[in-house]
């Protein structure tokens, strides 16, 4: 009898044991909601300094999902790109010029990071230094983590500060012209055939 009693003692205490280091594996300490936003900060300020204010296209992977949510300056709203998007869109500009730039300020709520940056680009090809601009352009870019990666942007550029902001101009000079050509040549040959008709008059007399 007492060896019984002893036998489903011990397998009681064995059983809460168990029990114990089941529950203390399970319920292991989380990070912080604090933890975690400075770690998104973290990996948005690797994103600007590896990829653009250094040529290192390969953090692309490591830092962008497979496929991201982009929501970008226009009607080009709610797309999902690949992430080698991001290398192709950044390769384009390092191809074509040289860039840096610095970080003014991050905000961080949950999954979300906001970042408020100056990009500098100086272009090496003709067509891009005939676009003008200031090479200092103002960006705030919103990311969206999940899991270390970043699976959502919103774009918000300051285009009128850049290249881009000489389109509209450019765009309302054609517009303009257009026309104008259209009616100088018209004169020009209307002018021409007065002149022959002239011309065949006098001969006439």
């Given at each position: 009898?007492?060896?019984?009693?002893?036998?489903?003692?011990?397998?009681?205490?064995?059983?809460?044991?168990?029990?114990?280091?089941?529950?203390?594996?399970?319920?292991?300490?989380?990070?912080?909601?604090?933890?975690?936003?400075?770690?998104?900060?973290a990996l948005a300020r690797r994103f600007y300094e590896q990829i653009w204010?250094?040529?290192?296209?390969?953090?692309?992977?490591?830092?962008?999902?497979?496929?991201?949510?982009?929501?970008?300056?226009?009607?080009?709203?709610?797309?999902?790109?690949?992430?080698?998007?991001?290398?192709?869109?950044?390769?384009?500009?390092?191809?074509?010029?040289?860039?840096?730039?610095?970080?003014?300020?991050?905000?961080?709520?949950?999954?979300?990071?906001?970042?408020r940056w100056q990009w500098e680009f100086q272009p090496r090809t003709w067509?891009?230094?005939?676009?003008?601009?200031?090479?200092?352009?103002?960006?705030?870019?919103?990311?969206?983590?999940?899991?270390?990666?970043?699976?959502?942007?919103?774009?918000?550029?300051?285009?009128?500060?850049?290249?881009?902001?000489?389109?509209?101009?450019?765009?309302?000079?054609?517009?303009?012209?257009?026309?104008?050509?259209?009616?100088?040549?018209?004169?020009?040959?209307?002018?021409?055939?007065?002149?022959?008709?002239?011309?065949?008059?006098?001969?006439?007399?």
């Open positions: 009898m007492r060896f019984s009693v002893l036998v489903f003692l011990a397998l009681s205490l064995l059983l809460g044991k168990v029990a114990w280091a089941t529950q203390t594996s399970t319920l292991k300490p989380q990070p912080a909601a604090g933890e975690i936003e400075e770690r998104n900060k204010f250094s040529r290192n296209l390969s953090a692309v992977d490591e830092l962008v999902a497979p496929s991201y949510v982009v929501h970008d300056i226009g009607d080009r709203k709610g797309v999902t790109e690949p992430a080698d998007e991001q290398k192709q869109i950044a390769d384009f500009f390092w191809q074509h010029g040289t860039m840096t730039g610095h970080i003014d300020y991050q905000i961080a709520e949950g999954d979300l990071v906001a970042t067509w891009l230094k005939a676009l003008g601009g200031r090479s200092l352009i103002p960006i705030i870019n919103v990311f969206r983590f999940r899991d270390g990666k970043i699976v959502e942007i919103w774009n918000h550029r300051h285009d009128i500060d850049s290249g881009a902001g000489n389109l509209p101009f450019v765009k309302g000079l054609l517009l303009g012209l257009i026309p104008s050509v259209i009616l100088l040549v018209i004169s020009f040959l209307l002018w021409r055939r007065l002149r022959k008709k002239s011309r065949t008059s006098k001969l006439s007399i």
